[in-house]
């Protein structure tokens, strides 16, 4: 079983929809939990940065981790055209800094 | 402006050839981490560094070293470059390493470099 799945798409979803996108882990040393945007030929950028269990909400997105699931999410509302990028999650944990990635979810957003 | 310098963007090179690729950072970030991106494979750390002279392995470092000899630089060696590190690179700039539990982990700053295309032939 790989540490971290992400189901990589692609994901077509209407403007305006609600956007879900998740990854499950089986390491749960994992404490610090990220999501990524990435457009096409850029550098990734953080979205989110969250510590345990939980929600975050910053601006249309809101990041929850499920530590008993071993499952984390976002959530993007009132999707734009402009959030058509591929979503990548991304975990570390308290012992060490290294960060293990999800191979990412393509998304787009349907004009 | 915050920013991640990589250089070069683009390079081909031949197998056993070593090759450095720079990293920089202007922001006085503690964590710097390199990765390499393929299809299908996703992103994938190769090397990360806490601070000054404090270097780690990542998921996948066999063939590739670093040095942090300076806070605001992390370049990426390969001594002896073969087929298979044929990739896209990103370095990357965080400002607190993740254990480090900054406002109870809730808050980070990340940037990453434009990447490298690198191609071994």
């Known amino acids: 079983q790989k540490e971290v799945e992400q189901d990589p798409g692609p994901l077509s979803v209407p403007e305006g929809a609600i956007v879900s996108l998740n990854c499950t882990y089986s390491?749960?040393?994992?404490?610090?939990f990220m999501w990524y945007r990435q457009y096409s030929r850029k550098g990734p950028e953080l979205l989110m940065y969250t510590y345990s269990s939980g929600n975050k909400e910053d601006g249309r997105f809101t990041a929850q981790v499920d530590k008993s699931s071993k499952y984390i999410s976002l959530f993007i509302r009132d999707s734009q055209p402009s959030d058509s990028a591929t979503y990548l999650c991304a975990m570390s944990g308290n012992r060490d800094d290294k960060i293990i990635f999800g191979k990412g979810t393509r998304l787009h957003i349907l004009p | 402006e915050a920013q991640v310098t990589q250089n070069p963007r683009y390079l081909i090179t031949v197998t056993g050839k070593k090759l450095t690729v720079t990293c920089s950072q202007n922001m006085n970030h503690e964590y710097m981490s390199w990765y390499r991106q393929d299809p299908g494979l996703g992103l994938r750390q190769i090397y990360y560094s806490m601070n000054v002279e404090v270097t780690d392995k990542g998921d996948v470092p066999e063939g590739y070293k670093v040095s942090r000899k300076e806070k605001r630089n992390f370049p990426l060696i390969l001594e002896s470059p073969s087929p298979n590190q044929t990739s896209l690179y990103f370095c990357a700039s965080t400002k607190y390493p993740p254990s480090s539990r900054i406002r109870g982990g809730s808050y980070n700053e990340q940037f990453f470099g434009p990447g490298t295309r690198l191609t071994v032939l």
């Open positions: 390491n749960s040393a994992f404490q610090y």
